[in-house]
């Protein structure tokens, strides 16, 4: 089938490859000119594990193309695939400038039959929006052609965003047309084989789905780590807590780890989307407020700790850091917990010297050549006379570091454990201080 995706940042590069993989014609395209002439030179815009592989073996089969021209991205696809990015407006609710934009451009150049796809994160009636701004540009042009809107929220996550997509856990398709529903069915089949994964439903229960599903992973989070500052007021350890709930089914395992505040492109955003949703209906959602100000306060966590250990002092200090992206497997930096922590130890005027092993690159986009942040080679380079290490994202290469080497070289001899990565008798073990997550800290 031929298939164009609008927009090729994670979500669409990703759904691009992967359909081209089972064997469709993909056209991607975005306005980004320097992003699609970085892939047509065998570039890869973003660090997802997996992707280069798979764009390269497409497009040298010919099934993967990119472009920035919109005109040929309508002409190409029976499916048009809106991935473009759902900002937070000032409010904090989603700006769909970008959706709407490829809904014109859609309506605009459109001659025969489409179905448009919302891939992108949207709030509940933006399938509506979109069909009313492609009914008027066609109505602009003076030439209507037939066209259905299909909600079809992506789930995958970054890190795992191939194996996501190949071996999805479900298919959302919202529709009040069966005809679409059958074609989207078509189109997911190669994804569909081993159970029916695929889930029609009305338009608005699909959009409303993508937020429930970020809502309720976002609550899960923020109250283990409501229940992490509990337990270290009452003296408890909050690991002993999680495995003691998690043995619960009806709790489970995942998704319950205390730390230092969620960040990514998703959770912030959508939770704060989806409360701003609610009180345009006139329903004040207290639940998702709560949330949303739990984790703020909790992003404040690493850098209190950091201030209380050096009481007050961290002028002139260096901390070193393991770990920028707001989570392993990505460079993704958006609203990452590392940001919050290093903003906090420049105005205190600290400096920073971090490692992470893929988002040196996005780091220095983000802060260009900071005299106070230094971005390293590897882990030990982070530590080599520093004051202290904070541990800020879990990547499996934090894990198990030589603690003896660590002490030695640190000036203070403390760690800041943002994702409890250890056994604090280990680490006191070594001779270290060991400050982490709702744990009574133990010198
Ligand atoms: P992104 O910022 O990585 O990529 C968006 C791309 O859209 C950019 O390359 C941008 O240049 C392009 N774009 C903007 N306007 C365009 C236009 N008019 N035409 C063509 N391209 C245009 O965003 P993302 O992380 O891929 O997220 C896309 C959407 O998917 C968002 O709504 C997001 O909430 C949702 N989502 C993201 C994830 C994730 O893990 N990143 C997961 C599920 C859903």
């Known amino acids: 089938m ?17 359909l081209a993989e089972v064997g469709n014609q993909v056209l991607c395209v975005d306005v980004d000119v320097d992003k699609i002439a970085l892939l047509n030179s065998g570039g890869v815009p973003i660090y ?7 764009i390269a073996k497409n497009k040298q089969a010919g099934r993967l193309r990119f472009s920035t021209d919109p005109e040929e991205g309508v002409a190409h696809g029976l499916f048009q695939f809106i991935a473009v990015g759902t900002p937070p407006d000032e409010d904090g609710s989603a700006d769909l400038r ?24 949207v709030p509940v009636g933006t399938a509506d929006r979109v069909a009313e701004t492609v009914r008027l540009a066609q109505h602009e042009r003076g030439h209507a052609v037939e066209f259905d809107v299909v909600s079809n929220p992506e ?5 795992a965003a191939i194996d996501d997509f190949m071996r999805p856990d479900r298919i959302i398709v919202g529709t009040d047309n069966p005809r679409t529903g059958e074609l989207l069915r078509a189109l997911y089949a190669p994804f569909n084989r081993n159970h029916d994964r695929v889930m029609v439903m009305g338009v608005r229960s699909a959009e409303l789905t993508k937020y429930a599903a970020n809502a309720m992973l976002a609550t899960k989070i923020s109250f283990m780590n409501e229940l992490s500052n509990i337990a270290e007021a009452v003296g408890a350890d909050i690991e002993m807590v999680r495995v003691g709930i998690g043995s619960d089914p009806r709790i489970g395992y995942q998704f319950i780890y205390p730390g230092c505040g969620y960040g990514g492109s998703c959770f912030p955003k959508d939770v704060r989307a989806l409360e701003r949703t609610a009180r345009s209906k006139g329903y004040q959602a207290d639940l998702l407020q709560a949330v949303e100000a739990v984790n703020d306060r909790q992003k404040n966590l ?5 201030e209380q250990y050096f009481q007050g002092n961290l002028k002139g200090k260096t901390l070193a850091l393991w770990g920028l992206a707001f989570k392993p497997n990505t460079d993704d930096m958006r609203e990452a917990s590392s940001r919050r922590l290093m903003e906090q130890l420049w105005a205190a005027g600290a400096r920073v010297r971090a490692f992470d092993p893929v988002a040196a690159e ?3 986009r983000l802060y260009g050549d900071r005299a106070d942040l230094e971005l390293v080679e590897n882990r030990m380079a982070a530590v080599e006379g520093a004051d202290a290490l904070v541990i800020v994202t879990e990547w499996n290469e934090f894990r198990s570091p030589d603690l003896s080497a660590v002490q030695a070289q640190l000036r203070s001899p403390v760690i800041f454990d943002g994702r409890n990565l250890f056994d604090p008798a280990q680490v006191n073990g070594a001779g ?12």
């Open 155 to 159: 789930f995958l996550k970054e890190g």
């Open 2 to 18: 031929d298939v164009t995706i609008f927009g090729s940042g994670y979500v669409g590069l990703v759904t691009g490859a992967c």
């Open 362 to 364: 996005e780091a220095r």
């Open 98 to 121: 970008h959706v709407l934009a490829v809904a014109a451009a859609i309506g605009e150049h459109m001659t025969s039959y489409r179905v448009i796809v919302d891939k992108s994160t």
């Open 432 to 443: 270290l201080t060991y400050v982490s997550v709702g744990r009574v800290p133990a010198c």
């Open 302 to 306: 690493l850098f209190s700790k950091i």
């Open 48 to 54: 997802e594990p997996g992707l280069d592989d798979l």
